[in-house]
């Protein structure tokens, strides 16, 4: 997902916490949530995990089936409810993120993933994270500014701003404005600049007509973008004023990525090739534009808006080729969803947060995820009497064997997955899948053959 260029959280005097050394704090903070985006990259192997509210979780599955299990509610925003706006729950003690059951533990707190790393002053410094219970006490002081409750920890970074909410609450407000560098702008001050784009407009050598070189003089954008929502993945400082800029321009919103997204704008490398992120991944299952950031130049340099198959994105980092394309035409032609008649059982262990994005990615294609042994072999049971021949089941695996909580010898881990994995399968008559074969299969956007094993 996208790269953090510097930028910190400014709230007003009612909004901020009590700072140390301020400037060495701000930057500390930021750094660490870089950390955090990091260490979620390396939990990976396929797709670029990003911490924007977007990136981002568990939010809204297109209706497929899922278990809703007992919650303990977030200590920020107070709510038991996972949406697309809140992300995962993820659960801390002593400093570290929680695996397996929170039972097995004294004193856990429980934060929606989008509420912790949009609060100014969580980081996270060699695995452990940093001023969660000061942040806590400092949110619940707070009301929200759009439903009234306590535990309103994002403030509009504008100075003297006094707007502040719960995350998830923000998140449904269409107007309000978010940067990657983990800053909001409320309503009021969403036409404002966040400071990585004055960064990048100070940086600019042109002049005002210099600028002009993108645009005919003779022509406006005015109202032409109306109808748009960009969002955009991977870009620098520049492109993402230019996004900000265009969409200012032609009456588009520049958002998060939401449902309502209709064209995400990705960097591209010198092969034309995006990053896969999960945004890109989301994009593709929802049938929306992903263009280069040439487009959004054509569309300047024309006075208008240009047809977009030129600009589509044909390629991921990963080699993965024609899956814009390929989902657009999906949704467009009202095909069945890419993982139509599949149900899912993950085994074995994944960091939360990424088991939780690859949740997400599978029922948004439309599969089923079974949450349970016990459920698993139910269902196995059941597709030996059913009528449905073309429903399969797939155990997945974690096939990013540097994530080892256990501190396992690698070969040894990677052995022992494989073999639970498919005695697993072997017992209940299913198939066998690495994770990484969903986002393969979603970065193509092709109906998947199921690899034999």
Request: glycine letters at 8%.
């Amino acid at each position: 997902m996208a790269t953090d260029d510097g930028g910190n959280p400014r709230s007003s005097a009612r909004n901020s916490p009590k700072r140390h050394g301020d400037s060495g704090v701000k930057r500390q903070t930021v750094d660490g949530k870089r950390q955090k985006k990091m260490i979620d990259k390396r939990n990976d192997a396929k797709m670029e995990i990003n911490s924007h509210p977007q990136t981002n979780g568990l939010g809204s599955s297109g209706g497929q089936r899922s278990v809703v299990l007992e919650q303990s509610p977030c200590a920020f925003c107070h709510s038991s409810k996972q949406t697309e706006g809140s992300g995962p729950f993820v659960a801390y003690a002593q400093g570290k993120e929680v695996t397996g059951n929170a039972d097995n533990f004294s004193n856990v707190i429980h934060v929606h993933l989008k509420c912790v790393s949009w609060t100014p002053m969580i980081y996270f410094k060699d695995g452990l994270i940093k001023n969660l219970e000061s942040e806590i006490i400092r949110a619940n002081k707070l009301k929200c500014s759009s439903c009234g409750k306590k535990g309103a920890g994002l403030g509009c970074c504008r100075k003297l701003c006094q707007k502040t909410y719960h995350v998830p609450c923000a998140y449904d407000i269409p107007d309000c404005r978010w940067d990657d560098n983990f800053l909001l702008l409320c309503p009021k001050h969403a036409s404002g600049k966040f400071p990585s784009e004055e960064k990048a407009n100070s940086g600019k050598k042109d002049t005002e007509k210099g600028i002009s070189k993108h645009r005919n003089p003779s022509k406006t954008l005015s109202n032409y973008g109306k109808d748009l929502v960009l969002c955009g993945s991977g870009l620098s400082s520049d492109e993402k004023f230019d996004l900000v800029d265009f969409a200012s321009t032609s009456g588009a919103i520049a958002s998060i990525y939401k449902n309502n997204v209709t064209h995400v704008i990705a960097a591209t490398d010198s092969k034309g090739a995006c990053t896969r992120t999960y945004k890109i991944l989301m994009a593709i299952l929802h049938g929306k534009w992903i263009l280069t950031t040439e487009w959004i130049k054509a569309c300047m340099e024309a006075g208008h808006l240009v047809k977009e198959e030129p600009y589509e994105v044909l390629l991921d980092n990963h080699g993965s080729c024609g899956g814009p394309k390929e989902g657009r035409l999906r949704v467009q032609n009202n095909a069945p969803k890419l993982f139509n008649n599949l149900n899912f059982y993950f085994i074995g262990d994944f960091l939360p947060t990424y088991k939780a994005d690859l949740l997400n990615l599978v029922t948004t294609a439309g599969g089923t995820v079974i949450e349970t042994r016990d459920q698993l072999l139910l269902s196995s049971h059941e597709e030996d009497t059913k009528a449905n021949v073309n429903e399969v089941t797939l155990v997945v695996y974690n096939a990013d064997f540097s994530y080892n909580p256990g501190f396992e010898d690698e070969t040894a881990l990677k052995c022992r997955v494989l073999d639970e994995a498919e005695d697993l399968a072997q017992e209940v008559g299913c198939q066998v899948v690495p994770h990484i074969w969903i986002l393969d299969s979603i970065a193509c956007g092709l109906q998947p053959s199921i690899p034999r094993h």
